[in-house]
């Protein structure tokens, strides 16, 4: 069915269960999805906008009161929208490395955190993984002090992803926030896979600025997120423009420069704010879908030659799953290849799973229920009896 | 009544007419609105995304098709979307400006242009305006010149505004490109008052880079934009990432760094590519919506004491107006003050000024019919009339 032109409606959420790994804390809710259509147009929170003239303050709709909430919901003291998460690590990065500084993450970290640190000019370093795929203190200690060994300085920032994107394992944000600490090395928390879909408590974790993503975890249009801090940086990541016009003699007032200004004026903004209180209650019921992503996970590992590659027992729903001794053994001599098991998954009403897929790949369950979490585990145990290979 | 929870629908667009100056021009199609149900949740576009996983290469929906539409839409070679015209201020500031290095842009820039400049560390210079409000290609030559020398090296970039957000004035971009180019200073061509809503030829101007914003001037939802170059530029400002993970040898193939990767995953993007066939129809129609803008002004001409601070006649539908000798020598004594003036404007169905404002002020009745043009004028004459301004 077409939406208008050459462009399909999409209907993967109402046709199937969607177990794409980063989709699942993005779906808008119906409130979310109500204040989208009445504020679709551009400019359209700009309505009621007045002196000072800055997204944070309006007050008609209650932008204000959210901006607040939002700083509060993260244990940080002042909170601004983005547009999506990367841009809150360009806003810190930008703020905090000087060319040619060096800045920690680690070997789990996504590629935008090497992007902002590419674009301020800094030089990445990474904090190496263990061999269960976690990030430690230990390891973020001992790599603070060889890049300080290195560049003769600390390093300017510090990222830490609380769960990666890669395996979805939780890492040791509280004590490597410590030893930053120690060595005077301020530290985003990037919480793309947190912030929205479990509780964070900045200020309680030990870190200078918390990130988050309204399109990834807090059922947001894209392009959005939060980017929070301590009052103490606030001073200098949401510093008020000093430019002038050399002939104009004109000032700019209140406006932020590593915001531009505004940022997110209409859909998005409006999206964040209604799905907002379902996201606070949300969070509440993260064991419930620990619990939940559990059952799939144990459906899993009963079929022969499967393995999760993710740390056990499981502290997210996003998983990685090597099927390369079970399905993909299949896939070799089926006659539709790999597209066997993601056509088997179709078949059964469930996608998200990229075409073709048998060796290693991702999956979420956020936001599914116990009864979707059972069916798609069964669908995955049938579908491995269905193909001889053993279960249970 | 309510969206919900504390936020209210919003029915400015049904229930007036709407002449706020910066709205006029975002306010979705209704194959704009369809798409941005369909595709409301995060990360809705990626569904099918597939090797080499970046926005601007995704075939279902044809991202790759409108990507390339774009950059021949405003005559240009490469172009990307980006979370707002001042995001492609701000990439081309990254890219081209080194610390302490001049800038030029003119006595009535947009302040998000100085944002960008400061954000790069460059220093920003004021073109002159002339004593009609605009911007001429002498005053460029000169200004060019005077910060040569004062900088001992010409300045790194050119900010030009197309038509500016002030008094809506042409300014001479064409000749202004032809002195930058002389003096080998690229030239950024800030079409947030014209990509989408009147015919841009980047190339045909000889300019470096056009910057138009999708919720100002494309009929979509915030933040959106555009950002497009030539061929030779594209190579810098679209460079490809270089970072590489020092442990794990990790590199991130073809993120581009200024766009941090992908930039609008969802509703953003569909409304703009939604709406483009019509914003690339609606451009040709630009004369019918300066015809009907001018009813307006005349109307307002007639009023005495009332004066048009725009260049006359009216090359753009975004005009101020001087209505302190006039509808503010009323507000001196009216029981209402200046909200009479808003208020009787409201009575008649109309929004959009800022309430209270009788003194110097703006609309914009871009994209209002013939029909709704010649109501407007006549509610002007009619307040005036009733309150004892001659009018004729």
């Given at each position: 069915?077409?939406?208008s032109?050459?462009?399909?409606?999409?209907?993967?959420e109402?046709?199937a269960?969607n177990?794409?790994?980063?989709?699942a804390?993005?779906r808008?809710?119906?409130?979310a999805?109500?204040?989208?259509?009445a504020?679709?147009?551009?400019?359209?929170?700009?309505?009621?906008?007045r002196?000072p003239f800055?997204?944070?303050?309006?007050?008609?709709?209650?932008?204000d009161?959210?901006?607040?909430e939002?700083?509060?919901?993260?244990?940080?003291?002042?909170?601004?929208?983005?547009?999506?998460a990367r841009?809150?690590?360009?806003?810190?990065a930008?703020?905090?490395?000087?060319?040619?500084a060096?800045?920690?993450?680690?070997a789990?970290?996504?590629y935008?955190?090497?992007?902002?640190?590419?674009?301020?000019?800094?030089?990445?370093?990474?904090?190496?993984k263990d061999?269960?795929?976690?990030i430690?203190?230990?390891?973020a200690?001992?790599?603070?002090?060889?890049v300080?060994r290195?560049?003769?300085r600390?390093p300017?920032?510090?990222?830490?992803d609380?769960f990666d994107?890669?395996?979805g394992?939780?890492?040791?944000?509280?004590?490597i926030?410590?030893?930053a600490r120690?060595?005077?090395?301020?530290?985003?928390?990037n919480?793309?896979?947190?912030v929205?879909i479990?509780?964070?408590?900045?200020?309680?974790?030990g870190?200078d600025f918390?990130?988050?993503?309204g399109h990834?975890?807090?059922?947001?249009?894209?392009?959005?997120?939060?980017?929070?801090?301590?009052?103490?940086?606030?001073?200098d990541l949401?510093?008020t423009t000093r430019?002038?016009g050399d002939?104009?003699?004109?000032?700019?007032?209140?406006k932020e420069?590593?915001?531009?200004?505004?940022?997110?004026?209409?859909?998005?903004i409006?999206g964040?704010?209604?799905?907002?209180?379902?996201?606070?209650?949300r969070?509440?019921?993260?064991?419930?879908?620990?619990a939940?992503g559990?059952?799939v996970?144990?459906?899993l590992?009963s079929?022969?030659?499967?393995a999760?590659l993710?740390?056990l027992?499981?502290?997210?729903?996003?998983?990685?799953?090597?099927t390369r001794?079970?399905?993909?053994?299949?896939?070799?001599?089926h006659k539709?290849?790999?597209y066997?098991?993601?056509?088997?998954l179709a078949d059964?009403?469930?996608?998200g799973?990229?075409?073709?897929?048998t060796r290693?790949?991702?999956?979420n369950?956020?936001?599914?229920?116990?009864?979707?979490?059972?069916?798609?585990a069964?669908?995955?145990?049938?579908?491995?009896?269905?193909?001889?290979?053993?279960?249970?």
């Amino acid at each position: 069915m077409r939406c208008s032109g050459d462009i399909e409606v999409r209907d993967l959420e109402e046709l199937a269960i969607n177990i794409d790994p980063i989709q699942a804390g993005g779906r808008l809710t119906p409130e979310a999805m109500k204040a989208v259509i009445a504020y679709g147009d551009g400019y359209s929170v700009c309505d009621n906008c007045r002196k000072p003239f800055r997204l944070d303050q309006i007050k008609k709709p209650p932008l204000d009161a959210f901006h607040r909430e939002l700083a509060g919901f993260v244990g940080m003291d002042e909170a601004r929208v983005m547009p999506g998460a990367r841009r809150g690590f360009q806003a810190v990065a930008d703020t905090y490395v000087e060319k040619g500084a060096p800045v920690l993450l680690t070997a789990l970290s996504h590629y935008t955190g090497f992007l902002a640190i590419e674009a301020a000019g800094g030089v990445p370093r990474e904090i190496p993984k263990d061999r269960n795929n976690r990030i430690t203190a230990d390891a973020a200690a001992a790599r603070i002090e060889e890049v300080t060994r290195e560049f003769g300085r600390p390093p300017a920032l510090l990222f830490i992803d609380h769960f990666d994107y890669q395996f979805g394992n939780e890492h040791e944000v509280r004590e490597i926030a410590g030893a930053a600490r120690a060595h005077d090395v301020p530290v985003l928390y990037n919480g793309a896979y947190t912030v929205g879909i479990l509780p964070v408590d900045g200020k309680e974790l030990g870190v200078d600025f918390v990130v988050g993503s309204g399109h990834k975890s807090m059922a947001s249009p894209a392009p959005s997120g939060v980017l929070a801090t301590t009052r103490e940086h606030a001073v200098d990541l949401f510093r008020t423009t000093r430019a002038r016009g050399d002939l104009t003699k004109r000032e700019f007032g209140v406006k932020e420069v590593e915001l531009l200004g505004c940022t997110l004026m209409g859909a998005t903004i409006m999206g964040m704010m209604a799905s907002f209180p379902r996201v606070k209650e949300r969070v509440k019921h993260w064991g419930e879908e620990l619990a939940n992503g559990r059952i799939v996970i144990d459906a899993l590992r009963s079929i022969g030659g499967t393995a999760i590659l993710s740390e056990l027992p499981r502290k997210h729903t996003l998983s990685r799953v090597d099927t390369r001794n079970s399905f993909d053994k299949i896939a070799e001599t089926h006659k539709k290849r790999g597209y066997f098991f993601t056509g088997a998954l179709a078949d059964r009403g469930i996608g998200g799973v990229i075409p073709g897929a048998t060796r290693v790949w991702k999956f979420n369950t956020y936001g599914l229920t116990r009864q979707q979490c059972e069916y798609l585990a069964s669908a995955f145990t049938d579908i491995a009896r269905e193909n001889g290979i053993p279960v249970g």
